[in-house]
């Protein structure tokens, strides 16, 4: 087995006992791979071992490893998931070539990708970024604005609103890391209980992914933890 498809198995547990901990199926939690600066080849022997939706940041280099994986393994239904800051001369792209993008953060780069969505592909499922941790991080929508823009993109006709996303400011203790967690499901929930169907927090990372599965992740995004680290961001 290679090293990646251990790695994914080793994820695996991790997630299987992050989920049992708290009496949550595992099947409720899907494992996003960000393989982000890594070769095709490396996607290839994910899928190898089993994996299926991976998260890529950088456009260019998401649509170069789009074609190679598809060149090498064209029977194999992969899910990509746009994960990285999305400039509003980068939509079109996004929109004809994911499923998801997780990190939505204005009503503008919403309405293009909208507007851009190839007919026939079905609706781009869609998450919107909130700046968890404050000033620390330019990305991310304030929660002050969050109901407004969740409320404008969810009327947006080729797009499916699917909930929220953050990335926290890292942090070393793992009784810690789970409050910036449970602020983006508290918001979750407030969008829910104001009449959106919403259903996914993309939250954790390889560093905090059971922090993030105690307080309800339904998507983790993880890299390293499988591909090993990067050399480069
Ligand atoms: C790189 C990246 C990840 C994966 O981070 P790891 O620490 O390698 O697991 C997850 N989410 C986003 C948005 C990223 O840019």
Redesign the pocket.
Known sequence: MSTIAQNLQAVDHTIVAAAKACGRARDDILLLA?S?TFPPEAVLEAMAGGQRAF?E?YLQEALDKQQAVHAAAPDVQVEWHF??PIQSNKTRPISENFAWA??VDRLKIAQRLSEQRPAGMGPLNICLQVNISGEASKSGISAAELPELARAVALLPNLRLRGLMA?PEPEADPARQRAPFARLREMLEQLRDAGLAVDTLSMG???DMAAAIAEGATIV?????IFGS?TY?
């Open positions: 960000v982000k998260g940041n994960i990285g997780h990190t990335i990372m390889s560093a995004r993880v890299g390293s933890a990067r961001e």
